[in-house]
């Protein structure tokens, strides 16, 4: 793993020349954005193609010892780490399509999939959570009554289209409910980086089509009531007063500077 400023330096290790897959990290508008590659030289396909996006900080480079890994492999992986990002949809990604998985054997799949899954576990330890799954299980029977009376409640009312919205802030992620509607399609500007977003959404099956609109199949955290009501309107959208809560009808703003003046008072 290297930040942009050193991976001339990066490059030049013995590492980076063999196979393997590269994840490229950093941020457009203000959000992030990923990028998963693959080569047969890492170093010369970073230095042939990718250093020509402006957006990325950071490289994570994967290879294995003894430069182990052929084109088909990394082929395998590149397409299985780009599916699984997407259906995480925590980050859209630069890439434009979805690569097929290539043929391996059976033995290869299962050696692929074993460092696949040590992989996954050494990512989250270098602070890389392009696969830290924000789709959120629903709330067991058992706990609903002490979370409806815990946390904070949310509804977002698109009357003109008909849309309705649930959303619950939960150690402080902000969480639309499974069953709450979106726009049937993104409306607002390409340029918006919620646009990737909701295309992810609808990639991973976290947005279906239901009649006129999209429903939400899973709980989802977003990292903001902006982001959740842009994906919620299809268009570019302010959360801080869309989002009002249950059953006072405060504005999430308002609701917030209360929070904000009972603990300065406390």
Known sequence: ??????????????EARHAGVYILIGEQEGEPRAYIGEGEDIAERLKAHDVR???????VLVTAAANKLNKAHVRYLEARLIAEARLTGRVPLDNGTTPTVPSLSEADIAKMEAFLDNLMVVLPAVRVDLFIQRARPPVPTAAVVAVESEAPRFTLDYRKRAIRATAVLVNGEFIVEA?????ESWAGLETHYCASLFAELVRAVILVPQGDHNVFTQNYAFSSPSAAAAIVYGRSANGQVAWRT?????????????????????
């Open 246 to 266: 249950e059953p006072s009808g405060l504005t999430y703003r308002d609701w917030e500077a209360l929070q904000l003046d009972r603990e300065a008072n406390a």
């Open 179 to 183: 069953g709450s509607l979106a726009r």
């Open 53 to 59: 996006k402006q957006w990325w900080t950071t490289a």
């Open 1 to 14: 793993m290297t930040p942009r400023t050193q991976i001339a330096a990066a490059l030049m290790r013995t």
